[in-house]
């Protein structure tokens, strides 16, 4: 036997002890145990903006009574999909409503891309009012195209927020992420001697579209949720660009409390969209809005989404900041 094996063999090796104070709370004066993180049953915002209202005020108020209640202190309209003659009445009666909650900005549309020439900004448009609510220009974007990128640069120039409804296809391939980010980068052009300051709403990709029958196991490898992850850190690198967390484009209506088995199956699948937007974006970046973005066919009630989108973000782990910022922070400032 070698003899430098015996002097290996010196027994079992002495393991250093932790002190007793590390198994110690810390003595914080009014408990004797540690701290946990907010139970997400009490995590609620103090205030509620609505980013995205679709339909009539009446309407909204109605579904918002029952979760939003009286924290909602202002709504965002959305008036996407009619033509410019409608917008101009449906503005003229929001300005003279004297009853209801506070519209504190719309969403107009911009474009008529069913017109032909070039793009000249609508009448609502041309020239900025002081009174009336905030409006913000937007579009359903499909693919990129020149007039739309015109007229949402003009935008941006005269100072505008504007929104951005992302309807191409950015869950089969990637081509329809590799599309909003060409016209992002058109809109950022560093060449173009005129800069803007204004931000920008993208619509319609937290959560993005999604397969319900795909199983969350498989999704966690699938090509469309490692897409999502990696554009979604490349849209964040444009400083002025916000996300808009919408009710999701999966084909059915947000389950009700009266489904929890649902509910629990799509908070689940919520959390793992919410968690790349919130590396990439931050809690400043993100704001809440209750209806499903435009040219969706799926109904959401307003409650039925508010309470299962607080849940999912209060399941995170957060703070009361980042739930106030999320749900109405955020927006006041977007909007003031």
Same mark, same amino acid.
């Given at each position: 036997?070698?003899?430098?094996?015996?002097?290996?063999?010196?027994? &079992?090796?002495?393991?250093?002890?932790?002190?007793?104070?590390?198994?110690?709370?810390?003595?914080?004066?009014?408990?004797?145990?540690?701290?946990? /993180?907010?139970?997400?049953?009490?995590?609620?915002?103090?205030?509620?903006?609505?980013?995205?209202?679709?339909?009539?005020?009446?309407?909204?108020?109605?579904?918002?009574?029952?979760?939003?209640?009286?924290?909602?202190?202002?709504?965002?309209?959305?008036?996407?999909?009619?033509?410019? =003659?409608?917008?101009?009445?449906?503005?003229?009666?929001?300005?003279?409503?004297?009853?209801?909650?506070?519209?504190?900005?719309?969403?107009?549309?911009?474009? $008529?891309?069913?017109?032909?020439?070039?793009?000249?900004?609508?009448?609502?448009? =041309?020239?900025?009012?002081?009174?009336?609510?905030?409006?913000?220009?937007?579009?359903?974007?499909?693919?990129?195209?020149?007039?739309?990128? +015109? =007229?949402?640069?003009?935008? #941006?120039?005269?100072?505008?927020?504007?929104?951005? $409804?992302?309807?191409?296809?950015?869950?089969?391939?990637?081509?329809?992420?590799?599309?909003?980010?060409? *016209?992002?980068?058109?809109?950022?052009?560093?060449?173009?001697?005129? +800069?803007?300051? &204004?931000?920008?709403?993208?619509? !319609?990709?937290?959560?993005?579209?999604?397969?319900?029958?795909?199983?969350?196991?498989?999704?966690?490898?699938?090509?469309?949720?490692? !897409?999502?992850?990696?554009?979604?850190?490349?849209?964040?690198?444009?400083? !002025?660009?916000?996300?808009?967390?919408?009710? /999701?484009?999966?084909?059915?209506?947000?389950?009700?409390?009266? &489904?929890? +088995?649902?509910?629990?199956?799509?908070?689940?699948?919520?959390?793992?969209?919410?968690?790349?937007?919130?590396?990439? @974006?931050?809690?400043?970046?993100?704001?809440?809005?209750?209806?499903?973005?435009?040219?969706?066919?799926?109904?959401? !009630?307003?409650?039925?989404?508010?309470? #299962?989108?607080?849940?999912?973000?209060?399941? *995170?782990?957060?703070?009361?900041?980042?739930?106030?910022?999320?749900?109405?922070?955020?927006?006041?400032?977007? @909007?003031?």
């Amino acid at each position: 036997m070698s003899p430098s094996v015996g002097a290996r063999r010196k027994g &079992a090796k002495v393991l250093p002890k932790l002190p007793l104070s590390a198994f110690t709370p810390p003595n914080t004066g009014t408990s004797d145990s540690f701290p946990g /993180p907010p139970s997400p049953s009490t995590l609620q915002p103090e205030e509620i903006v609505d980013v995205y209202a679709a339909g009539d005020l009446s309407q909204w108020k109605q579904e918002a009574a029952r979760g939003i209640g009286q924290k909602g202190k202002g709504v965002v309209l959305s008036l996407l999909g009619k033509g410019f =003659a409608e917008v101009e009445k449906e503005l003229e009666s929001i300005k003279s409503a004297a009853e209801g909650p506070s519209v504190i900005a719309v969403l107009v549309p911009i474009v $008529d891309l069913s017109s032909e020439g070039a793009f000249i900004p609508p009448s609502y448009l =041309a020239s900025k009012s002081a009174s009336g609510p905030v409006l913000v220009p937007s579009v359903v974007f499909l693919k990129s195209e020149q007039k739309v990128k +015109k =007229a949402l640069h003009w935008a #941006l120039l005269e100072g505008y927020t504007i929104n951005i $409804d992302v309807q191409c296809d950015i869950r089969a391939t990637e081509g329809g992420w590799d599309a909003l980010e060409d *016209l992002l980068a058109s809109l950022e052009d560093p060449t173009n001697p005129k +800069k803007h300051n &204004a931000n920008i709403i993208v619509s !319609n990709i937290l959560p993005p579209p999604d397969d319900l029958s795909l199983p969350i196991v498989k999704l966690l490898t699938h090509p469309s949720y490692r !897409n999502y992850q990696a554009h979604t850190a490349a849209l964040s690198l444009y400083a !002025n660009v916000f996300v808009s967390y919408l009710p /999701p484009a999966w084909g059915v209506p947000t389950p009700p409390q009266s &489904a929890p +088995k649902d509910r629990t199956e799509w908070k689940k699948r919520i959390k793992m969209y919410i968690s790349p937007a919130v590396e990439a @974006f931050g809690f400043q970046r993100i704001v809440f809005g209750s209806s499903p973005s435009a040219a969706i066919q799926a109904s959401s !009630n307003v409650s039925d989404w508010y309470e #299962l989108a607080r849940e999912s973000f209060a399941e *995170l782990g957060i703070e009361q900041d980042a739930i106030d910022a999320v749900f109405a922070g955020n927006a006041k400032r977007l @909007f003031s």
